[in-house]
C-alpha cells in the first residue's frame, strides 16, 4: 500500500553560510561558502515523505518573486503533487541559516507567503481528506493548522518552531513530534499526554523516544553517523515517520525507520538535497 500524505505547511528558500563557529550576539564571523537551498519545514518534509516512498501532495504558498520557482521545481522534482501550491503577491518566505564545523545551525525565518496560506478552500480540504496522514508543522498561520485537522484525517503535528498552543488546536492531533525544547514549551500548559495521544521526542544523535496514552514507553536507538548539518534531519525524520505510520508499521519499526531516515541526513550538507531516499533509509538499518 502506497502511503497518501498530506502536508500542508511552509515553502522557504534557504540563504544558507558555512562558518568556523556561530556568531555570538553582537559578533561577527568570517565564513565560508554560501549557496541557496529549497526549504521551509513544509516542503522538507513534503519532500522527504515523497523520497521514503509516499505519495504526497502539498498545499502551500509561495511569492511571485524569483525565489518561488526554486522551492516549486524542488518539490515537483521530487514527485510531489504541487496542485494545492498557491502564489500570492509579495515575497516568498526565506530562511537564513548558519552552520558551523560542529554540524549546528542557527535559524531565522521570515514567513513571506507563508504568513498568507489561511482559508484553505474546499479543495484544500478534500485533499486533506482524501490522505492517511495530515503532516503540518508551525511555519504557517496556527488557525490553518486547526482548519486542515478538523477534516478529520490522522493528524501529525511536528510542532517546531516551538509555540504555545491553544488547547483546540492540540486536541485535533493524534501524533506529536517535537524535539526536547520545542516538548518543555508545550510541557507549560500541562503533560502532554494529557493534551495528546501519542508523542514522539526526537533526542538529536541519541534517537528518540515514543510514549502514548495506552502505557507504551519506549526508546530507539539512532544509527551511528558523522554528522556535517543537522538542519534537515528532523524534517527527515518526521516525514519518514509520517510515512511509516500511514504503511501501518508496528510503532517501535516506524519510529526506527525514522531515526534512520534523520541519521542519514545529517551526514550530507543542506536541506532537502540531504533527504534520504527509501533505499537510503534501508541501507542504514
Not at 514567513?111 to 480540504?125: I, V, Y
Not at 551526514?267 to 533527504?275: H, K, V
Request: one cysteine or more.
Amino acid at each position: 500500500m502506497t502511503a497518501r500524505i498530506v502536508v500542508v505547511g511552509s515553502a522557504n528558500l534557504d540563504l544558507v553560510v558555512a562558518a568556523p563557529a556561530l556568531p555570538r550576539p553582537g559578533e561577527t564571523v568570517l565564513g565560508g561558502e554560501f549557496t541557496t537551498v529549497p526549504g521551509g519545514k513544509g516542503a522538507n518534509q513534503a519532500v522527504a515523505a515523497a523520497r521514503a516512498g509516499g505519495h504526497v501532495g502539498f498545499v502551500g504558498a509561495v511569492g511571485d518573486d524569483d525565489f518561488a520557482r526554486p522551492q516549486r521545481d524542488n518539490l515537483v522534482a521530487a514527485g510531489v503533487d504541487v496542485s494545492r501550491l498557491r502564489t500570492v503577491p509579495g515575497p516568498s518566505g526565506v530562511a537564513l541559516i548558519a552552520v558551523d564545523e560542529q554540524a549546528e545551525n542557527l535559524i531565522v525565518v521570515a514567513p513571506g507567503a507563508n504568513a498568507a496560506l489561511t482559508d484553505l478552500s474546499a479543495e484544500d480540504l478534500t485533499a486533506v481528506a482524501g490522505a492517511d496522514v495530515l503532516l503540518c508543522q508551525l511555519e504557517i498561520p496556527v488557525e490553518t493548522v486547526a482548519q486542515a485537522a478538523a477534516a478529520g484525517t490522522f493528524t501529525v503535528l511536528n510542532a517546531a518552531p516551538a509555540r504555545q498552543l491553544p488547547a483546540g488546536v492540540l486536541s485535533t492531533v493524534d501524533l506529536l513530534v517535537v524535539n526536547e525544547g520545542e516538548a518543555e514549551v508545550l510541557a507549560q500548559a500541562g503533560d502532554l499526554l494529557d493534551l495528546v495521544p501519542r508523542v514522539v521526542t526526537t533526542l538529536g544523535a541519541r534517537g528518540a523516544a515514543y510514549a502514548d496514552r495506552a502505557g507504551l514507553r519506549l526508546e530507539v536507538a539512532a544509527p551511528k553517523v558523522r554528522a556535517v548539518d543537522t538542519t534537515a534531519a528532523g524534517d527527515a525524520f518526521t516525514g519518514a515517520l509520517a510515512v511509516a505510520w500511514a504503511e501501518g508499521r508496528p510503532v517501535e519499526e516506524a519510529v526506527r525507520w525514522a531515526c534512520a531516515a534523520g541519521a542519514v541526513c545529517a551526514t550530507r550538507p543542506g536541506a532537502s538535497s540531504s533527504l534520504p531516499t527509501r533505499a537510503e533509509i534501508e541501507a542504514a538499518l
